[in-house]
T-cell receptor, first 119, second 112 residues
Framework: GAVVSQHPSWVICKSGTSVKIECRSL??????MFWYRQFPKQSLMLMAT?????????EQGVEKDKFLINHASLTLSTLTVTSAHPEDSSFYIC???????????????FGPGTRLTVL | SQELEQSPQSLIVQEGKNLTINCTSS?????LYWYKQKYGEGLIFLMM?????EEKSHEKITAKLDEKKQQSSLHITASQPSHAGIYLC????????????FGQGTELSVKP
């Protein structure tokens, strides 16, 4: 299947610092990528939709100035958590829309996730 | 209540037994996706269903989308420990840029 990578897989940072998470589609081009957040034992919560070459669309309640999203190319989207605080600690997962023939371009393939811990 | 309800929330079965997980939507489904997740890891794509009545199988896992397109079931035959994990259904709603709404997940444990 189509492969999506995330980097880093885990990160620990001090309160007040910024953290950048990368999401890459390795073997296909993705015009749309999505960023999710997941709390322990809970489902995924969509944060924003990232479109290549345009501004991201944020879900209601998600601070766009805190969670900066850049989709510079068809294979890379980045999420920057600015001035991180302990309540931002979470599991962040990206997905890329598109992929292999036969499954259509509407399938979302997910990265392995990034665990962020803010001290 | 959730827009997408999964049942049961958790399930423990003996190895070799069959099981079914349901996903019910309060709205018409334009695409229904099944994923599997190991705790602390990403989601693995299993299957996508779009047409009412559609049924797909992959190894011992079969997923169906009902005719009225508001419910899907995932059936595992002769379960194995490797099937353990969290199963999530995701729904695509009309023209919303492809974004998915997820159910709360079903945690499956398979006892050897």
């Amino acid at each position: 299947g189509a492969v999506v990578s995330q980097h880093p897989s885990w990160v620990i940072c001090k309160s007040g610092t910024s953290v950048k998470i990368e999401c890459r589609s390795l073997d296909f081009q993705a015009t749309t990528m999505f960023w999710y957040r997941q709390f322990p034992k809970q489902s995924l919560m969509l944060m924003a939709t990232s479109n290549e070459g345009s501004k991201a669309t944020y879900e209601q309640g998600v601070e766009k100035d805190k969670f900066l999203i850049n989709h510079a190319s068809l294979t890379l989207s980045t999420l920057t958590v600015t001035s991180a605080h302990p309540e931002d600690s979470s599991f962040y997962i990206c997905s890329a829309r598109g992929g292999l023939a036969g499954e259509g371009t509407d399938t979302q393939y997910f990265g392995p996730g990034t665990r962020l811990t803010v001290l | 209540s959730q827009e997408l309800e999964q049942s049961p929330q958790s399930l423990i079965v003996q190895e070799g037994k069959n099981l079914t997980i349901n996903c019910t939507s309060s709205k018409t489904l334009y695409g229904l996706y099944w994923y599997k997740q190991k705790y602390g890891e990403g989601l693995i794509f299993l299957m996508m269903l779009q047409k009412g009545g559609e049924e797909k199988s992959h190894e011992k896992i079969t997923a169906k989308l009902d005719e009225k397109k508001q419910q899907s079931s995932l059936h595992i035959t002769a379960s194995q420990p490797s099937h353990a994990g969290i199963y999530l259904c995701g729904a695509r709603r009309g023209n919303q840029g492809g974004k998915l709404i997820f159910g709360q997940g079903t945690e499956l444990s398979v006892k050897p």
